[in-house]
Nanobody, 126 residues
Framework: QVQLVESGGGLVQAGGSLRLSCAASGRTFGRYAMGWFRQAPGKEREFVATVTGSGGSTYYADSVKGRFTISRDIVKNTVYLQMNSLKPEDTAVYYC???????????????????WGQGTQVTVSS
């Protein structure tokens, strides 16, 4: 029902910023909570941020709180991740994901999400 394509990754120096985008195709985008996850080499996929379908509620991992901001544009069917004050430990492949919800809720477990994008590489140099 939903196809996701991430973009905006790249190579930046520590302290720099990047804005990731996730374009979605589907008729019920507003019914999906959207999440961002990341996976570094040799590590398991970890939760980064999520926003409810209405855009009215967000939640962040402690490691990115205060530095990253998730947002969505329902009209454009797009979710964003603004990343500021980047650190080398932020280096990873970043994935967006969609979780269909009849009633809005915060979900941080990767296994709860129904659809995933292909990922975009973020590399932060020291």
């Amino acid at each position: 029902q939903v196809q996701l394509v991430e973009s905006g990754g790249g190579l930046v120096q520590a302290g720099g910023s990047l804005r990731l985008s996730c374009a979605a195709s589907g008729r019920t985008f507003g019914r999906y909570a959207m999440g961002w996850f990341r996976q570094a080499p040799g590590k398991e996929r970890e939760f980064v941020a999520t926003v409810t379908g209405s855009g009215g509620s967000t939640y962040y991992a402690d490691s990115v709180k205060g530095r990253f901001t998730i947002s969505r544009d329902i009209v454009k069917n797009t979710v964003y991740l603004q990343m500021n004050s980047l650190k080398p430990e932020d280096t990873a492949v970043y994935y967006c994901a969609a979780d269909y919800q009849v009633y809005p809720r915060i979900t941080v477990a990767a296994g709860e999400y129904d659809y995933w994008g292909q990922g975009t590489q973020v590399t932060v140099s020291s």
